[in-house]
């Protein structure tokens, strides 16, 4: 469970690395006519792709144009390595790859979640110890200029201003009870400085950047062993303060009166990297600030916001899907020459006899040629159709592996399994499926539900079954 998770992160964390290096290539090619606010929402696949494992089959997939090779191939010959081992029980085999190679994974795996764990417990700790209570009264102007801010921005909710000494610079904390946090030194700037400050923490609120700045801790600790990950969240905060930026100065805020305040706080305040939002950070990202503010943006165009989404989505899943699988892939040689094996050993194939995969109320459509109920063609139906209710029990027709477990736009939720024959039996429209490729099932196993998924007029399974030379098999004899 861990060394999958551990893998699935590992391939999370490649793609989307090469995804923010698209997303750069991206932004520097449409600078200066795409505002910032709307190109920042290229960091939506980004974080997509961290967060979700794009795990699916794809035309787009670069695999298809590689000459891929799966891990392990058994060879002719019957001689195995040491460290591998093969064995056989009831009709079914396993080969598992060298030990060595799975006990590093594991070992890599428990210091990738160990790791991420301290750093994450560590952050949690530190960030609940800066809540604060207020060390000082807060004068009754500061209030008001406070309160004549929310109002401005129309912000309902209760936000606490807090004198603290624990963060110096002037910050956005907490989630459910949110507090800006000060120093005494602010209470020496002017009104107008003053409420540049309040202006800036209150967009951070209102376009809930505080609940993102915690997101993106968690998720870079999760990969706190790619550093261009950690990168690309300062990339996506140093967005966030600009865009915030832009939106102070939308307040009756002048570019020269908002960045002089900026810079009287850098000189108040020591300047570290912002564990939340706040109006200073270090000395780079002041100064790329404010020359953002002082230019001009063109107005965004929405086909290039639009085209541009729509490349990196594309090669996004280029890179994220799998190569499309055929009767010829990989897996099946593998399959098959394990079948071969046992067939050489043994000299004799076990007859397979199939058993009625689901209690059902009736038979809809027999294997041979009908019209299709949807199309309205005359085609040759590949197997029975049996009607159940939905969420009905799919049973395994017989012993075999899972081959495949997927969904298909007509076939809907999917199920393949080849048999010790080199037959595949096939289970179609299922609700749920139970089990995943590579698992061993045996006759009578629990494998899916029935359903109504894919081009299915009603809930029912679909099931065929195909002989050794990939020929549909009269399955109408089950049911007699």
Request: hydrophobic share 40%.
């Amino acid at each position: 469970m861990l060394e999958s998770l551990f893998i699935n992160i590992l391939s999370m964390s490649t793609i989307a690395s090469v995804v923010f290096l698209i997303i750069l290539c991206a932004r520097k090619l449409i600078k200066n006519k795409v505002n910032i606010k709307n190109s920042a929402l290229l960091w939506v696949i980004f974080i997509i792709v961290l967060i979700i494992p794009l795990n699916f089959q794809s035309k787009l997939s670069i695999k298809n144009f590689l000459d891929t090779k799966d891990s392990f191939i058994l060879t002719e010959s019957k001689e195995f390595n040491d460290n591998d081992t093969v064995t056989k029980e009831d009709n079914s085999i396993v080969v598992t790859n060298d030990t060595l190679q799975n006990n590093t994974t594991e070992i890599f795996a428990s210091i990738w979640f160990v790791v991420a764990g301290i750093f994450i417990v560590t952050d949690i700790f530190i960030y609940r110890s800066l809540k604060n209570k207020n060390s000082c009264e807060i004068p009754e102007n500061i209030l008001k200029i406070f309160n004549e801010c929310k109002n401005e921005l129309n912000i309902q909710n209760n936000i606490k201003l807090v004198v603290q000494e624990k963060v110096n610079m002037p910050s956005l904390y907490g989630i459910l009870n949110s507090q800006i946090l000060l120093t005494k030194e602010t209470f020496n700037l002017s009104e107008n400085e003053f409420k540049c400050i309040i202006l800036h923490e209150l967009n951070h609120y209102k376009s809930k950047h505080h609940i993102l700045y915690l997101l993106f801790g968690i998720i870079e600790k999760i990969h706190w062993f790619n550093p261009v990950i950690k990168l690309a969240f300062k990339t996506i905060k140093q967005d966030l303060e600009i865009i915030t930026d832009r939106n102070v100065l939308n307040a009756n805020v002048t570019v020269k009166e908002y960045c002089k305040t900026i810079l009287k706080i850098a000189e108040m305040c020591s300047l570290q990297e912002a564990k939340m939002p706040s109006i200073c950070s270090d000395k780079k990202e002041i100064e790329r600030r404010i020359i953002q503010m002082k230019n001009n943006y063109i107005k965004s165009s929405i086909f290039i916001i639009v085209a541009t989404i729509l490349i990196v989505s594309v090669l996004t899943i280029s890179l994220a899907s799998d190569k499309v699988s055929n009767a010829t892939t990989e897996n099946d040689k593998i399959i098959s020459e394990i079948f071969y094996e046992i067939e050489s050993e043994e000299n004799i194939i076990p007859k397979v006899e199939y058993i009625v995969p689901v209690e059902y109320t009736r038979v809809s459509s027999t294997f041979g040629t009908r019209v299709h109920p949807i199309t309205k063609e005359e085609i040759t139906h590949t197997g029975i159709d049996l009607v159940a209710e939905e969420g009905t029990k799919v049973k395994a027709a017989a012993d075999g592996i899972v081959e495949t477990a997927e969904y298909d736009v007509d076939k809907g939720n999917y199920i393949e399994v080849r048999h010790i024959d080199g037959s595949i039996s096939g289970y179609h429209h299922g609700e749920k499926i139970l089990v995943e490729v590579g698992d061993n099932v045996k006759q009578g196993d629990e494998i899916m539900t029935v359903g109504k998924t894919g081009k299915a007029t009603g809930a029912h399974l679909h099931f065929e079954v195909k002989n050794n030379s990939g020929e549909y098999m009269d399955v109408n004899a089950l049911i007699q």
